[in-house]
């Protein structure tokens, strides 16, 4: 026979580093058993998938952004007309299918919008 505790469960708290497609990816998973926190430096998701045009050359308020205050640049390893070398069948996850109409080589915009899709889908 099982003793019960008068001692309440505690809620785990799960800190995920990163609103990029592994940490939303973690988000997921981890939220049915923890309460979840992503931290992002940038101002939305997408990870290395969000593209800006902005640089420390053309930033309006450069000492403002939060990202610039915290690492003392803008890097991105995104470009304005970067694709994906990989088919979509492979930049899929298995509980969230590309649209059909998806092309198979995606445009970087195109692999941000899924990855936004998928965190609206499972908030």
């Not at 990870?47 to 640049?73: A, M, V």
């Amino acid at each position: 026979m099982e003793e019960k505790s008068d001692i309440p469960q505690q809620t785990r708290k799960v800190a995920i580093i990163g609103a990029g497609p592994s940490g939303l990816l973690a988000a997921k998973y981890c939220k049915s058993h923890s309460e979840v926190t992503i931290f992002e430096s940038k101002s939305a998701i997408g990870g290395n998938w969000l593209y800006t045009d902005i640089s420390e050359g053309n930033h309006p308020d450069l000492e403002s952004d939060d990202y610039y205050k915290l690492y003392k640049c803008l890097h991105s390893s995104m470009y304005k007309d970067l694709t994906a070398n990989l088919p979509k069948q492979l930049m899929t996850f298995k509980d969230f299918l590309h649209k059909e109409e998806t092309p198979t080589i995606q445009t970087h915009s195109q692999f941000l919008e899924y990855i936004k899709a998928y965190a609206e889908h499972f908030e």
